[in-house]
């Protein structure tokens, strides 16, 4: 097997190919990053909290059994009901069961990147529910038959143009281009679904453990929707999403909406507890939480377990050069970007690990991620784990025999002086316009310099200096 | 409480201690109630689009709501039963001015469920309370509890809400350190299933992220401050 793999290199030429994609996505990245670092300047001590919500992070994932288990027991004594799901499968096959034994249809249901990965709603249709996606960027997606390109705007690749269409198309919405007249055939169309629909899904930003209470960050109010009107709101929780206390939640969320939309605070944030208590006059009657491991807890432990830190952002996606080249959908992944590469192969079956490759480790990143994970690096150890099973085998012999001469600087110094010497005997003029064997793909789109006399070594010699 | 999934956590993590670094400074520091505070609020209420009035007195803010509401044509309002009592006389000056007042509670059974719903959901204005209001960033605390409804800023394309000067915290953390010290977070926890924070008019930019207000919640939100006796 080869690196990439000739089907990512297939999207990866669509994406750069796709010229209403490509402006798309230079549009909504740039005004993102002036956005996003608005508001951090505008944040009071933005470095110490970033530090903080690291730690919070970390020292959550290294005892995650016990807030996990706090997290659980909080939330059944206030009349929730908690699901742990090892798999994805175990996951959909709850819910199906859950929405089967009461007969329900419809079900309005709100962002939940979770509920992408474990592929909820294709199981929810197959079983005969219909499942409306109630995020406008969803639901846009969900009308066109495809999945999000980013974490936070889910049809960043989507124009006006084809949003009517799709409206006219689904919707017997009369053309137009106006954005705010779409918003309204959707605000219409939803707001249906909102009062009809008997479950409502909903996945959860962060689960406060002394409480059970559960965090949710939306900016349209459909979030508050699916889980204020049905009668039976169904929250889709990673295990890792866990906080300990509302300081901890309160300090993440100083940094989450910072990072994903440049706001101070999204325009709604839920901290809901159980379901609707005995003197509330509204809300759902109950409350099902269903925690999804689907492979993160075999992580835990290994240097890999940071990735766990991530809160959900995508800023790394908006700060990345390879995303902003190739759109989320080349990733061909349900988390896409820079955390996508890490996260996605440590999920599910494992699938995914050649996206590791898909980064230049230019570290832009690292630089933005709120949390401060070490991106790159992880991207380096997923590499070195896969190199093994899928570098072709002459290239690893190659990489082992520049190991072995790596450490021997004799040998180094002598390859180094021949390399030199040959190249340049084979340049014209100061360039090597072709280059022989492997080096011509190379020099297929550019030419190679020469290098040129005398050398670093020789210069540095003839100074009188030591081994350099 | 035990799991194959927790078991597998118990058996891998590290339980490792690290540093927790220093406590970051709180995103405003001021007296709640301040000069200071309210002057944050009112310049954090116009960045994320809520319409703010000043007004001397509860008297006051009651004869501003039925200004607007008469403005705009509103004639069904919801209105929970914790506004009711927090603003004795707003429920009579709704009244008093042909508007019709709905709140009361869903029943629990789904098919009178459904139509409640479907009533209230007529409403073109919601009023209410806060249990707070946070001046860095604009924010409107609204509780569920007794008689506290997570519709009426939800349903209706206006929201008009009544925030006391007293009630303006500097920011969350500033309410969660207060609540946490007093026992009112435990309180609020026990009998309310939703505590929100309203940070402006419900908001998408999720085409070509141009931004679009009341995509499914109220287009409008109008805070009345009432500065009472300072």
């Given at each position: 097997m080869s690196v990439p793999s000739p089907a990512f290199c297939a999207r990866i030429r669509q994406g750069l190919s796709d010229a209403v994609l490509q402006e798309a996505l230079q549009r909504a990245t740039r005004s993102f990053r002036i956005s996003q670092e608005k508001a951090f300047a505008d944040l009071p001590d933005a470095e110490v909290v970033r530090d903080r919500a690291r730690a919070i992070c970390a020292h959550t994932i290294a005892h995650l059994d016990r807030y996990l288990e706090q997290f659980a027991r909080e939330v059944e004594r206030r009349g929730g009901k908690v699901f742990w799901a090892a798999t994805?499968?175990?996951?959909?096959?709850?819910?199906?069961?859950?929405?089967?034994?009461?007969?329900?249809?419809?079900?309005?249901?709100?962002?939940?990147?979770?509920?992408?990965?474990?592929?909820?709603?294709a199981v929810m249709e197959a079983a005969g529910i219909r499942v409306v996606e109630t995020d406008l960027g969803e639901f846009i997606i969900q009308l066109a038959g495809e999945r999000p390109s980013h974490i936070i705007t889910p049809a960043i690749h989507k124009r006006r143009e084809d949003v009517s269409q799709l409206f006219q198309k689904h919707l017997g919405t009369p053309p137009t281009d106006e954005i705010p007249a779409l918003t309204a055939a959707a605000r219409q169309a939803l707001r249906q679904v909102f009062l009809d629909a008997r479950m409502g899904i909903s996945g959860v930003n962060f689960g406060i453990a002394e409480t059970g209470t559960l965090v949710l960050v939306t900016n349209e109010g459909n979030g508050r929707?699916?889980?204020?009107?049905?009668?039976?709101?169904?929250?889709?929780?990673?295990?890792?999403?866990?906080?300990?206390?509302?300081?901890?939640?309160?300090i993440l969320l100083r940094v989450l909406a910072r990072s994903a939309t440049g706001q101070a605070l999204t325009a709604y944030t839920s901290f809901l507890t159980g379901p609707r208590r005995p003197k509330e006059p509204d809300g759902p009657e109950e409350l099902y939480v269903v925690l999804v491991d689907n492979g993160r807890s075999r992580w835990l432990g290994t240097p890999l377990e940071e990735a766990l830190y991530c809160i959900r952002c995508g800023a790394c996606l908006n700060a990345c050069p390879v995303y902003q080249a190739i759109g989320g959908h080349a990733y061909g992944s349900v988390y896409p970007g820079p955390?996508?590469?890490?996260?996605?192969?440590?999920?599910?079956?494992?699938?995914?690990a050649e996206l590791a490759y898909a980064s230049s480790l230019c570290g832009a990143c690292q630089d933005v991620c709120p949390v401060r994970i070490a991106i790159p690096d992880l991207l380096i150890r997923w590499r070195q784990m896969e190199a093994g099973r899928l570098l072709p085998a002459w290239e690893r012999a190659a990489l082992w025999v520049y190991a072995q001469i790596a450490r021997h600087p004799a040998a180094w110094t002598q390859l180094g002086r021949w390399a030199m010497a040959l190249l340049r005997r084979l340049g014209r003029g100061g360039w090597l316009p072709r280059g022989p064997g492997l080096?011509?793909?190379?020099?297929?789109?550019?030419?190679?310099?020469?290098?040129?006399?005398p050398a670093f070594r020789e210069w540095w010699a003839s100074r009188g200096g030591g081994a350099p | 409480m035990t799991s194959p999934v927790l078991e597998r956590v118990r058996r891998q993590v590290t339980r490792r201690s690290a540093p927790s670094g220093p406590i970051p400074r709180w995103p405003l520091e001021a007296p709640r109630g301040s000069a200071a505070v309210l002057e944050r609020l009112q310049a954090a209420w116009a960045d994320v689009g809520v319409e703010s009035v000043r007004c001397p007195t509860e008297a006051e803010a009651f004869r501003e709501i039925v200004a607007r509401l008469r403005e705009r044509k509103v004639r069904h309002v919801l209105m929970d039963a914790r506004t009711d009592r927090a603003y004795p006389g707003l429920r009579e000056?709704?009244?008093?001015?042909?508007?019709?007042?709905?709140?009361?509670?869903?029943?629990?059974?789904?098919?009178?469920?459904?139509?409640?719903?479907?009533?209230?959901?007529?409403a073109e204005a919601g009023i209410t309370e806060v249990v707070a209001a946070f001046a860095d960033t604009g924010t409107l605390w609204v509780a569920g509890g007794a008689g506290g409804m997570r519709c009426a800023s939800l349903?209706?394309?206006?929201?008009?809400?009544?925030?006391?000067?007293?009630?303006?915290?500097?920011?969350?953390?500033?309410?969660?350190?207060?609540?946490?010290?007093?026992?009112?977070?435990v309180e609020w926890v026990?009998?309310?299933?939703?505590?929100?924070?309203?940070?402006?008019p419900s908001r998408t930019s999720d085409i070509e992220k141009t931004l679009t207000l009341g995509v499914h919640g109220p287009r409008e939100v109008i805070a009345l401050l009432i500065e009472g006796a300072a």
């Open positions: 994805a499968r175990e996951a959909c096959d709850y819910i199906v069961g859950l929405a089967r034994a009461r007969g329900i249809s419809l079900v309005a249901k709100s962002k939940s990147m979770v509920s992408e990965e474990i592929g909820l709603n929707m699916v889980t204020t009107l049905p009668p039976i709101h169904v929250a889709l929780m990673g295990i890792e999403r866990v906080v300990p206390t509302w300081e901890d939640a309160e955390i996508g590469s890490i996260v996605t192969p440590m999920l599910g079956d494992g699938a995914g080096l011509r793909a190379w020099t297929a789109v550019r030419d190679l310099p020469v290098p040129q006399r | 000056s709704l009244e008093d001015a042909g508007l019709t007042v709905m709140g009361g509670g869903l029943p629990r059974e789904e098919g009178p469920r459904y139509l409640g719903l479907g009533r209230w959901a007529t349903l209706p394309p206006l929201h008009i809400v009544l925030v006391q000067r007293a009630q303006v915290y500097p920011c969350l953390a500033a309410w969660l350190a207060e609540a946490r010290a007093s026992g009112a977070l026990e009998e309310s299933s939703a505590l929100i924070a309203i940070t402006g």
